[in-house]
Each structure stands twice: as structure tokens, then as C-alpha cells.
């Protein structure tokens, strides 16, 4: 086989049809509820976790839609959207159910699960047993979430801070433990990768042989099996504090409820990069992929990776530079907060260079990367307004916080994933994807997302809080220009979603390679067999290497 | 360049306002002039380089120069952001000693000011312009957060602990305050208004006291019973404490310490508040504070015509 | 495509273990990947108790005295044994993975018969301990019954007491459960020198349970 450098969706004819693939080698709902392949357990994910999105993604549409005007009233109704307890359960709910049902879980369990093995050259990941309880138990978090919503709800917060999560009503105890369950979940798949990417290297794939987006998924992991923990152990003491009154988070029995926001951030600040680090993987895969040129920093890009998942773990101070840790402690935090933004910054100059005299084509998932690369920028840009400690005083806590992080959250990681599904969905599926449509959501998502969110940098600045009910007059035309954006980015991503969706009716005509990647995954047949290869691969080139065949390799 | 200021950013009523705002401001336009380089960079190059058919595209792996610059110089950009960020905060961390000094407590869902002379106001206060003020904060049930975005202040108010906030009010009128951490239901309707002014108007403000004091006396009465903790000692239901019930004492003849005996008129009453150790009633000790100059007209009105309902 | 395929010795389904999963290459590197997978879990479990260790080295420090006061409530004698308990069981798992390693299917067996008995000791002593305190209403939390003279925070030492101890019990409920079943397979004849990876991996566990006790005995039970 030649290098493919040719137009992407016309080398269809390429290959004959598979006979057989993973999705159709066995059938019937057994023999998913059963299968130890990586492939179908992604597969598995990803149907979880567009319910989560769901879920959680009209949460958002309710929370928008409430806050359209003061009175909460839309078409003259005489009774308001929400109540004020029940739109607090909404927006708790929105969070938790996005952070640890969706973001959590989308790129590594789902995407990751479907394409590391394959571009390691591997059959599966390493505990293939394992990998099945990993989704279990994340079915059973997510169950136990869901529970809570209907046994009383929960109107914490997703950050559960003490003394007011102790002493609510609801089902808070419920929701904390759904979170450590699903917890387990994600330090299962942790494990599960690391081991993977250690042992299971197809012959010929040192450490810099590797795809970037193994690079991604593998710090991911780090911080998964090394931070969650601390999250579980903080949530069991919430519910002891809840059942037994333990004290140690109530200051009226010598606890301390700022040593919860310690317990907490020094898990979620790293979850803030369990969440980040996949999306930037993935774009290290499309820009080369898009720009038919090898990526520009290979080992910067690997190295930032890891350096993120290490810092991240000392930053977590910088959720607290107003709630009474000591002011040395906040100069300290602040400092090291401004270290992690450079790996950061480095990844995106490396993205933009590497389309530098490359062969750029504008398919959706590339797009998506270009949109990737702005939305991030403006999330890490403004990072450093909350980075610097006087800066933080007055911006903490308000709308620019929320606006910030659905930049890099929202803007960085989810549209990353939808890039990333798109790329890797005539593999997954075996079927391509209208191009027309997926290009028109993404316009639409864009667009959507920058009116909902960048009217809120506006807001915070001027000092609207975060989880407010009720808001000034003087706030009301920009938090309605935010409503009718959120209601352009709902229908930009329900666009997609049927633009997937649908090509899932069509017959198998995805090509092995569509869009000409040289990562492994790409060198098996789509949908790919069972057992991923014929035989083992070996690898001989270096991924992204776009130079003739026969040419000096290396760099 | 104001007016992008003011679109952002609200009115700056401290100089403390000022000080973050520059800050802002500075990272604002790095922001905006990085962000537009990223954005022409990655369109042009979309477009400059766009897809041909078969053309071959060269192998730039890495160039260590660049990468050493994009390194180095965003490393020292944030370092002197860090140190800018520094300086306003440890320049305001500490208030200065000769501060004006109110006790907050944020409960679900008000905010109590405490003043120095012990008189308490809930939800609004006045202060005046150009003197440094500190606002030393806890919390009788949750988190809340006491968030003045004029003064670009902000802290948590955590029960258990004080913490404090400090600034000078430079700009007269209304301060909005807000709690920005979220505390429930009422969490949103959690404000209070600081009312900025002259000395002179402040002054007149602390003679005549809140609006609330324009009530009916006996309703005045009531709260100033509890607030300057009259009812520590004195009960309202006949029951003996360190000092005398004030239940049905009104119109009674009493007898004092030195034989004489005294009617309970206005006259008494307002005399055993203002100072108490002029008459000791028969059996009591004299431990009873003086609240000479700590008591409003009103609200020394408002006491006896309490008193004077106690039948 | 930048690979080629090669039909590697471990690909066919003829002449390798029964034991060696389809999609390893070799015994050895299932072995090595099972092993960084043990070693991971291992680490997120210090991790959780590590939670704990930093809560508890908090709250000791604001009440020192309160809690030197309370741990007089515990016993050093019966804590010791326990101690003592665990470091033999330790030893005799060591000798378990040894002689399944060596094919010594019958003293496999009856080693890990001794760690469990060792672990079903560990357990009775801290049964009696828990029913001592619960008597005396030395409990967490709200629980907290004590009658006698104590130090209002003698209470939060108590919930960490009964936090640590009790999530430290439930790992050596699950390390019984797990060593039982070892205790089934060696006898069936399961393991050889070529595989017997359960009993390494479970030995592994069973150290980091040890481990976790020998920090807690002297944190709780020997305040100075």
C-alpha cells in the first residue's frame, strides 16, 4: 500500500466491503451485554454518554431559558419557568450530571476505548474483563445518579461545598456516592490504559512512535488513577458527615468546612485535565491528519502533556484565593496556576504551525479542530485573568468563571470530541457522514456557543454571580442574548446528532483510510474485525509521516 | 479607551477599583491582540495552504528556535502578570490600623452590619466617602461570599472563623453588594446596599438612624430590646434577672437602695438607660451598663413606649 | 500504510498456554501487564487512605489534646496483637506465592490456609475492640455516648477511629474473600511455575493491607 494523499471520501472503491466486522461477527443485545472487545465497549460508552449529554444539554436549554427575563415568565404565563429551589436543582444537576457523567467518560472511555488499542496495533486493551466491569459500573453510577434526581433531587452545587451540603434536604448522600462509584469507573479505565500503553506497543513503537492522542489518553490516565481516589475518600466523608455527624467539615464540632474545599479541589482541578488533556489529543491527530503534514513539536506537544498532568496536581489552590486559605497560600497557588499555562500555549502554536505549508482541506472534523483551536484559545486567554490574584478577587464566582470554563470545557473538550467522532466515525461505524450537514452544525454550534457564552465574560466582569436565581434589571438584555444563543447551539448540535445518526440507515461505504491518517487505526479494514488485524502489525514509520514511501525516515 | 473600560467593568468606587482594573485591562488587550495573531495565523494558513490534489507537502518536524521563543516569552509575559496580581493583592491584604471597622454576619439570606457603637442595621448602610472602612465577616450557618463589585472586593464569610475585607469608598451613592456564594434558595435576594456619602450626610445618618426607625415606637421598642441586648438582663415576663422585669412596672412606685421610693415614669426610665447608676432599685446590683450617647432619640422612645406596653 | 503484518508465535491458537489470554503476545507480558495493573490499584488505594492519613494528621494537630486524651480509650496491648497477627500472615503469603512459583501445591494451600486464619484473628480481636467501644458509647459522630469525663473533641477522634479502622476492616473482608478463593484454585491445582499470577497479585494486596495497618497502629493507638 502507497501513502494516501489524495482526496479525502472519494477512495471508497478502494477496498471491498468487509464480510465481517465486529458488529456484525456476533448479535443480539447478550452479545453486547457480554463482549470483552474494547471496540464495542466504546461503542457501549458512547450510547451512555450521549444519554448524559442529553440530559444534561437540556438541562442547560431550562436553566438558559429561565434566566430569558427577571420574572422568569416567558409568553406572558402566569407561573415562572422554574421555582427558585427547583432551578437550583436544575443547574446542580446540569453540572454534575455533565462533569462526571459525560465529560469524564467522553473522550477516554468512549473514544479512547475504540482507538487506542487499535493504534497501538493492539487486539484489545489489557484487561478486557475489566473493561466490561469499568462500564457496568458506570451504568450503576449513573443509575444511582439518575435515582437521586427522582428521591428529592440535590441543589448543592456539582462542587458539593460543606457546610451546605451537609445540611440540605435531598439526596445528596445519594449523588456523593453515585459520584464515587462512578469514580471507580474511571480509575478501572485508567489502570486499564496505562497498562495498556505499556505493554501492549505493537512491535517497532517505542515511546516517540506513539500517536499523540496515546500520549493524551495515557497522562489522562495518570490523573485519573491518581486523583480520583482522593475525590472518592472525600465523598465518603460528606455521607459520614451527612449519616454520623463525624464533624470533621463542621466547625461547630472542631471541623473545618474549607478543609471539604481543599479534599475537593485537590481531585477536581486535576479533573479539570482528566476532561481537557483528551480533547487536546485529539486535535494532535487532526491537524496532521487535515494538513497531510507530520505535526509540528511532536515531542513538545508529548511532553506538555505529561507536564500538565503533573502540575495540575499542585494548582488546586487556585479555586480558593477568596475562601480563607492563608494569603501565602493564594500567591503560592497563583504562581504555580501561571506555570500550567504554558504547555498549554505551546500545544496551540504547535497546532497552527503544523497546517503551515501543509495541504489543508476543510472536511468537518477539521473544522471542528479550527473551531477547537479559536474557543480554546479564548478559554486559556482568559485564564490568565483568573490566574492573577487581584484580577481573581473580583471576577471569582461570577458569570466570567461559568463563561471561562464552558470555553474550555464546552468550547475545548466537547468540541474536540464531536471533531473526534466525526474522524473516527467511518471507522467506528463503517458509514460516512453527511459532509453538507455536519459542516452546517458546526457553523451553528460555533456561532451558538460564542453568543451563549462570550455575553457571559461580559456579565461576570460586571459583576453578576454565578447560581443566581434572581438578577438586576440591568443584566437582562445580555443574559437574553445568551438564551437565543443557547438555543442556536441546541440546534447546531441536534443537527449533528441527526446527521450521524441518519448514516447509520445507509449500507457499509466508509473506506478503510478516508481521510488519509497514517496512525494504525487507519490500516484495518472499517468496521474493523474482532480482533482489530490480520495478524500483528509492525510498525515502520513514524506516525504523521507524510513523505513518500521510501524517502529517509526519521526525523 | 474609557468607554471599552465601562462596558466590561462597573463603576470603580474605590482606588482599590482602579488598581484591578488596569490590571484587567492589560490582560484584556494581550488577549485580544494573541487572540487575533492565533486566529489570522490559523485562517490564513487554512487558506494559503488549501487542499490541491497530489501536491506534496513538506516535513517540518520541529524547529527549535521557534519553539524555545513561544517557551521563553509567554513564560515571562505570565510571570510579570503574576507579580502585577501580587502587588494589588498583598497591597490590600492588610487594612490600614486606623480603619472603620463593621462586624458582618451573613445568615440565610441577609446581611447584619455591626458598627463600632454597638447599633446593628440589616441590609443597608451608610458610610462616608474617602474614609477606609473594614468589614470583618462570619457566618451563622453557611458559606456566603460578600462580593461589593464597585469596590472589587471580594471574601468568603465562612461560619466558624472571621475574615475581612477592606477599601476606601472614593465615589458617593449607591453600592450594591451581593453574596457570591451559593447558599441556597434566597441566595440570589442575598444583597445589601452601602450607602456612600458626605461626612455630613453620614453624620445626620447615624443621628437619626436607619428608616426603620420610623415606625411606631412600641414596634421600635421591641427590636431595640434584643438588639442592644436589654434582655439579657431584664425579662418581659416577671421573671427575676440580673436586673428588674419590666413587666408591669410602668406607673409602679419603686423602692431604691437608699430608701426613697420613685415613680416609673419617663423621666426614670430614660434616666436609669442613659445612666443607670444615678438610682439602684432595692436588691439589685449596680452592674447595668450607661447608654449615654449609644442610643438614638427614636430609639430610646421607642424603649420606653416598649416598657410602657408591658402592662 | 506505514505497517506490515506478521503472523507472530503467539498469534496461532496451538502450543501456549491455556492460560494466556488471546490478545497477549506472551505469558510474560501478560504477567507484566497484570502485574502494572496491581501496582496501579495499589496506588490508588494508599491515595484513599491517604485522604483520610491528611484529615486525621489536621485534625490531631488543632485538637492534640483531646485526642491524646481519647486514644487512653484503646487498647495497646490488643493493638500490638493485631500488629503482630498481620506481619505473620504477611510472611506466610510471601511463602504462599513462593511455593505456587516453586509447584508446591500443598504447602500453597496451607499457607494461605494460616494468612487466613491470620486475617479471621485480626478480625475477632478488632470485634472485641468495637463491642468495647460501642458499649461505652465511644462512638462517632452523633453516636458519641460517653458518660465519663472526656474533652469535647475526643468525639472527632473517635470517627476518625472508626473511619480508618473500619475502611481498613472492610480491605481485610475483601482480602479473606480473595485469599479464599486462592485457597480453592491452589487446591484444585490452578496454579503452576508457569502462571499463578492471582496468588502474586493478591499477595500484593494483601502487603498493602498490612502496610496501611502498620501507619494506623501507632497514629492511633501510640500518641505521644
Same mark, same amino acid.
Given at each position: 500500500m502507497g501513502h494516501v494523499v489524495s482526496a479525502p471520501g472519494k477512495t471508497a472503491a478502494e477496498s471491498p466491503r468487509p464480510q465481517k466486522n465486529y458488529l456484525n461477527e456476533q448479535s443480539g443485545l447478550w452479545s453486547w451485554l457480554t463482549t470483552v472487545d474494547h471496540k464495542r465497549i466504546g461503542i457501549m460508552y458512547l450510547i451512555g454518554i450521549a444519554i448524559a449529554f442529553l440530559l444534561g444539554g437540556l438541562m442547560a436549554l431550562l436553566v438558559r431559558l429561565t434566566l430569558l427575563t427577571p420574572d422568569h415568565k !416567558?409568553?406572558? $404565563? $402566569?407561573?415562572? !419557568?422554574?421555582s427558585a429551589e427547583a432551578y437550583n436543582q436544575v443547574f446542580t444537576l446540569h453540572g454534575a450530571i455533565m462533569v462526571f457523567l459525560f465529560i469524564i467518560p467522553s473522550v477516554p472511555a468512549a473514544l479512547g476505548n475504540f482507538v487506542l488499542p487499535l493504534m497501538l496495533g493492539a487486539k484489545d486493551v489489557a484487561f478486557p474483563r475489566l473493561n466490561l466491569v469499568s462500564w457496568y459500573i458506570y451504568v450503576i453510577g449513573a443509575i444511582m445518579a439518575v435515582a437521586s434526581i427522582l428521591l428529592g433531587g440535590i441543589d448543592t452545587g456539582w462542587t458539593f461545598y460543606t457546610p451546605y451540603s451537609t445540611t440540605t434536604g435531598g439526596a445528596v448522600t445519594l449523588m456523593t456516592m453515585a459520584a464515587f462509584v462512578l469514580g471507580f469507573s474511571s480509575i478501572f479505565t485508567g489502570i486499564n490504559f496505562i497498562a495498556t500503553v505499556h505493554k501492549l506497543r505493537a512491535p517497532g513503537m517505542g515511546w516517540f512512535q506513539m500517536p499523540l492522542f496515546v500520549w493524551g489518553i495515557y497522562s489522562t490516565a495518570i490523573i485519573q488513577v491518581l486523583a480520583t481516589p482522593v475525590l472518592g475518600i472525600t465523598l465518603v466523608l460528606l455521607a459520614l458527615e451527612r449519616v454520623f455527624n463525624v464533624g470533621i467539615f463542621d466547625a461547630r464540632l472542631g471541623g473545618d468546612p474549607v478543609l471539604f474545599q481543599h479534599f475537593f479541589w485537590f481531585y477536581s482541578h486535576p479533573a479539570v485535565y482528566i476532561m481537557i488533556l483528551p480533547g487536546m489529543a485529539i486535535i494532535s491527530e487532526l491537524m496532521p491528519t487535515f494538513s497531510r503534514k507530520t505535526i509540528f513539536g511532536y515531542r513538545a506537544i508529548a511532553f506538555s502533556s505529561i507536564a500538565i498532568a503533573l502540575i495540575s496536581f499542585i494548582v488546586w489552590g487556585h479555586h480558593m484565593f477568596v475562601s480563607g486559605q492563608s494569603q501565602m497560600a493564594s500567591v503560592i497557588f497563583s504562581f504555580l496556576t501561571f506555570l500550567v499555562a504554558i504547555p498549554s500555549g505551546i500545544k496551540v502554536l504547535n497546532w497552527v504551525a503544523t497546517m503551515y505549508k501543509g495541504n489543508v482541506s476543510l472536511e468537518a472534523p477539521m473544522l471542528y479542530a479550527i473551531s477547537f483551536l479559536l474557543l480554546f484559545s479564548i478559554g486559556g486567554l482568559t485564564g490568565l485573568f483568573l490566574g492573577a490574584l487581584s484580577t481573581d478577587v473580583h471576577l471569582t464566582d461570577t458569570y466570567f468563571i461559568v463563561a471561562h470554563f464552558h470555553y474550555v470545557m464546552m468550547g475545548g473538550t466537547v468540541i474536540a470530541f464531536i471533531g473526534g467522532l466525526h474522524y473516527w466515525w467511518p471507522k467506528m461505524t463503517g458509514r460516512m457522514y453527511n459532509e453538507f450537514w455536519a459542516k452546517v452544525a458546526c457553523a451553528l454550534t460555533f456561532i451558538g456557543f460564542n453568543m451563549t457564552f462570550l455575553t457571559q465574560f461580559f456579565l461576570g466582569s460586571q459583576g453578576m454571580p454565578r447560581r443566581y436565581y434572581n438578577y438586576l434589571d440591568q443584566f437582562q438584555p445580555l443574559h437574553a442574548f445568551s438564551t437565543f444563543g443557547s438555543w442556536v447551539l441546541g440546534l447546531g448540535l441536534f443537527i449533528t446528532a441527526g446527521c450521524l445518526l441518519a448514516s447509520l440507515r445507509k449500507p457499509y461505504d466508509a473506506p478503510d483510510n478516508p481521510w488519509g491518517g497514517t496512525t494504525l487505526e487507519w490500516a484495518t479494514q472499517s468496521p474493523p474485525i474482532t480482533h482489530n488485524f490480520e495478524g500483528q502489525p509492525v510498525l515502520e514509520r513514524e506516525p504523521y509521516d507524510y513523505r513518500p514511501v521510501g524517502a529517509k525516515v526519521g526525523h | 479607551m474609557e468607554w471599552i473600560r465601562s462596558l466590561m467593568l462597573?463603576?470603580?468606587?474605590s482606588e482599590f477599583a482602579k488598581e484591578v482594573d488596569s490590571l484587567y485591562m492589560f490582560i484584556f488587550w494581550l488577549s485580544v491582540v494573541l487572540f487575533i495573531g492565533i486566529t489570522i495565523a490559523t485562517l490564513y494558513f487554512a487558506w494559503a495552504f488549501r487542499f490541491k490534489p497530489g501536491r506534496r507537502t513538506e516535513h517540518i518536524a520541529h524547529n527549535a528556535t521557534l519553539e524555545l521563543a513561544w517557551t521563553i516569552i509567554p513564560l515571562f509575559i505570565v510571570i510579570g502578570i503574576f507579580f502585577w496580581g501580587v502587588n494589588g493583592y498583598t497591597k490590600y491584604a492588610v487594612a490600614p490600623g486606623d480603619a472603620f471597622q463593621v462586624q458582618v454576619v451573613g445568615k440565610k439570606w441577609l446581611w447584619q452590619f455591626e458598627y463600632p457603637d454597638g447599633s446593628r442595621y440589616v441590609n443597608e448602610i451608610h458610610l462616608p466617602v474617602g474614609k477606609p472602612v473594614q468589614f470583618i465577616m462570619t457566618s451563622e450557618d453557611v458559606l456566603h461570599d460578600f462580593f461589593i463589585p464597585t469596590m472589587r472586593v471580594k471574601h468568603d464569610v465562612v461560619p466558624g472563623r472571621y475574615t475581612s475585607v477592606w477599601f476606601t469608598p472614593a465615589v458617593a451613592g449607591n453600592h450594591h453588594v451581593a453574596c457570591a456564594e451559593y447558599c441556597g434558595k434566597g441566595h440570589s435576594d442575598m444583597a445589601a446596599k452601602i450607602v456612600v456619602e458626605s461626612q455630613a450626610a453620614y453624620e445626620l445618618w447615624v443621628k437619626e438612624g436607619p428608616a426603620d426607625l420610623n415606625r411606631p415606637p412600641v414596634e421600635v421598642g421591641r427590636d431595640q430590646y434584643e438588639a442592644k441586648g436589654c434582655n439579657t438582663c431584664h425579662s418581659i415576663d416577671g421573671t427575676r434577672g440580673q436586673g428588674p422585669s419590666w413587666k408591669g412596672i410602668w406607673g409602679q412606685k419603686h423602692k431604691m437602695k437608699d430608701g426613697s421610693e420613685i415613680l416609673v415614669d419617663e423621666n426614670y426610665v430614660r434616666e436609669s438607660i442613659l445612666n443607670p447608676q444615678a438610682h439602684i432599685l432595692e436588691g439589685y446590683e449596680a452592674i447595668m451598663p450607661a447608654f449615654q450617647g449609644l442610643l438614638r432619640e427614636k430609639e430610646l422612645a421607642g424603649l420606653i413606649a416598649y416598657i410602657k406596653s408591658l402592662q | 500504510m506505514s505497517m506490515t503484518v506478521v503472523d507472530t508465535p503467539g498469534h496461532g491458537h496451538h502450543g501456549h498456554d491455556p492460560n494466556q489470554q488471546h490478545h497477549f503476545a506472551s505469558m510474560a507480558q501478560q504477567f507484566d501487564s497484570a502485574k502494572i495493573g496491581m501496582w496501579l490499584f495499589l496506588a490508588t488505594e494508599i491515595l484513599l487512605f491517604g485522604g483520610l492519613f491528611v484529615g486525621y494528621g489536621i485534625m490531631q494537630g488543632q485538637h492534640a489534646e483531646a485526642f491524646k486524651s481519647a486514644h487512653h480509650h484503646l487498647d495497646k496491648r490488643l493493638g500490638f496483637l493485631n500488629t503482630v497477627v498481620l506481619l505473620v500472615s504477611s510472611w506466610t503469603m510471601v511463602m504462599a506465592v513462593y511455593s505456587a512459583s516453586v509447584n508446591k501445591r500443598k504447602a500453597t494451600v496451607i499457607l494461605l490456609i494460616i494468612t487466613l486464619l491470620c486475617a479471621g484473628t485480626f478480625m475477632v480481636v478488632k470485634y472485641f475492640e468495637y463491642s468495647h467501644k460501642i458499649h461505652d458509647g465511644l462512638l462517632p459522630g452523633k453516636y458519641f455516648s460517653y458518660k465519663g469525663p472526656h474533652l469535647e473533641r475526643e468525639r472527632m477522634f473517635f470517627s476518625f477511629y472508626f473511619m480508618m479502622t473500619g475502611l481498613h476492616g472492610i480491605h481485610v473482608l475483601l482480602g479473606m474473600v480473595a485469599i479464599s478463593w486462592l485457597i480453592f484454585r491452589a487446591n484444585r491445582g490452578d496454579f503452576s511455575s508457569s502462571w499463578y499470577t492471582p496468588v502474586d497479585l493478591v499477595g500484593l494486596y494483601w502487603h498493602l493491607v498490612d502496610l496501611i495497618w502498620i501507619y494506623l497502629f501507632p497514629l492511633l493507638y501510640l500518641i505521644q
Open positions: !416567558i409568553f406572558g $404565563s $402566569s407561573t415562572p !419557568i422554574l | 462597573p463603576l470603580q468606587g | -
